[in-house]
């Protein structure tokens, strides 16, 4: 089952992380300074990941493809891993799409 990983990092930042059924991140979050606000991404992340038009297909400089989620007001919202290619980038993007939306959120640290 999907989920939303919680963690606060080095700076004491609220971060998230959703993992689909097998336990591989698919989207990362951006640093929150509050946790309301970390839930305020998630919620975000589940209403946004279903547009197709939020998702900003990108290349890295080495020439990986990756995806950042944007919320409506323009937002990043999220960050892909960096992927092989175009057509593996396309599954991660699906991949959100199917899982964000009935994803269980579970605090880490």
Do not use: H, W
């Amino acid at each position: 089952m999907s989920k939303f990983e919680i963690n606060t990092d080095k700076s004491r930042q609220f971060r998230f992380n959703l993992k689909a059924g097998n336990g591989q991140t698919i989207l990362a979050s951006e640093a929150y300074t509050t946790k309301a606000a970390c839930n305020n991404g998630i919620e975000s992340v589940k209403t946004n990941s279903q547009d197709d038009n939020k998702y900003d297909r990108l290349t890295a400089k080495d020439g990986s493809p990756y995806f950042n989620l944007k919320a409506a007001n323009g937002q990043i919202i999220g960050t892909s891993e960096m992927y092989s290619s175009k057509e593996a980038m396309e599954n991660g993007i699906a991949s959100v799409k199917k899982n964000a939306p009935n994803a269980t959120v579970e605090e880490i640290s």
